[in-house]
């Protein structure tokens, strides 16, 4: 497996830039935002993810060991291909993804190409813990009284993540509402389903 890759930029394309290592040249498919990074002639060091298929060995390189986890991670979620954990990273930072997982943010998850209501549940459900929290983006936790407390807890039982529920059941905070009304209230704001 490839894991680190370092050598002459030969050519800069819309999805990848060929590396001179050595006597090879090797094409890596890179995030856009880590093309813009780069320039011709220049020597790079990239960390590097070896995709091996029926057909096909793609490369794909990232600027830090971060990104390149980060695809790794995201490759794990049913139907969340490489070309999609690509594109995910083209789309959001690692921050940015880290903190739309943490708080369920399905909205930001579906900017992603390819990536609709479904995908988004199943990335949040499936993987929304295993990135760790964000590193340069700090989120308010949503301050919690008893009755709001009990439907956290609820949703929880049910099989929603902490932060999800959360995020449901904010908005009806200090409204007055029973628990049993919050807790309907707020599984209608989650659409009743879990991915």
């Given at each position: 497996?490839?894991?680190?890759?370092?050598?002459?930029?030969?050519?800069?394309?819309?999805?990848?830039?060929?590396?001179?290592?050595?006597?090879?040249?090797?094409?890596?498919?890179?995030?856009?935002?880590?093309?813009?990074?780069?320039?011709?002639?220049?020597?790079?060091?990239?960390?590097?993810?070896?995709?091996?298929?029926?057909?096909?060995?793609?490369?794909?390189?990232?600027?830090?060991?971060?990104?390149?986890?980060?695809?790794?991670?995201?490759?794990?979620?049913?139907?969340?291909?490489?070309?999609?954990?690509?594109?995910?990273?083209?789309?959001?930072?690692?921050?940015?993804?880290?903190?739309?997982?943490?708080?369920?943010?399905?909205?930001?998850?579906?900017?992603?190409?390819?990536?609709g209501k479904k995908s988004a549940q199943r990335m949040i459900l499936e993987i929304g813990e295993k990135l760790g929290p964000a590193k340069g983006l700090t989120t308010a936790a949503p301050v919690v009284d008893d009755t709001s407390g009990e439907v956290v807890a609820a949703l929880q039982g049910l099989g929603w993540q902490k932060q999800q529920a959360?995020?449901?059941?904010?908005?009806?905070?200090?409204?007055?509402?029973?628990?049993?009304?919050?807790?309907?209230?707020?599984?209608?704001?989650?659409?009743?389903?879990?991915?």
């Amino acid at each position: 497996m490839i894991s680190f890759l370092s050598g002459h930029v030969m050519s800069i394309g819309p999805d990848s830039a060929v590396l001179r290592a050595g006597a090879f040249g090797l094409r890596v498919l890179m995030p856009a935002r880590s093309l813009t990074q780069i320039r011709h002639g220049e020597e790079v060091s990239v960390y590097t993810n070896l995709v091996v298929r029926e057909d096909s060995l793609k490369l794909f390189g990232f600027l830090t060991e971060d990104e390149s986890e980060v695809f790794d991670i995201l490759q794990s979620v049913t139907g969340i291909g490489p070309k999609t954990a690509l594109a995910a990273l083209d789309v959001l930072t690692t921050d940015e993804l880290r903190a739309a997982l943490e708080t369920g943010d399905e909205k930001a998850l579906q900017r992603i190409p390819g990536v609709g209501k479904k995908s988004a549940q199943r990335m949040i459900l499936e993987i929304g813990e295993k990135l760790g929290p964000a590193k340069g983006l700090t989120t308010a936790a949503p301050v919690v009284d008893d009755t709001s407390g009990e439907v956290v807890a609820a949703l929880q039982g049910l099989g929603w993540q902490k932060q999800q529920a959360e995020a449901a059941v904010e908005p009806f905070i200090g409204s007055g509402l029973s628990t049993s009304d919050m807790l309907r209230a707020a599984l209608v704001s989650l659409g009743g389903n879990r991915g």
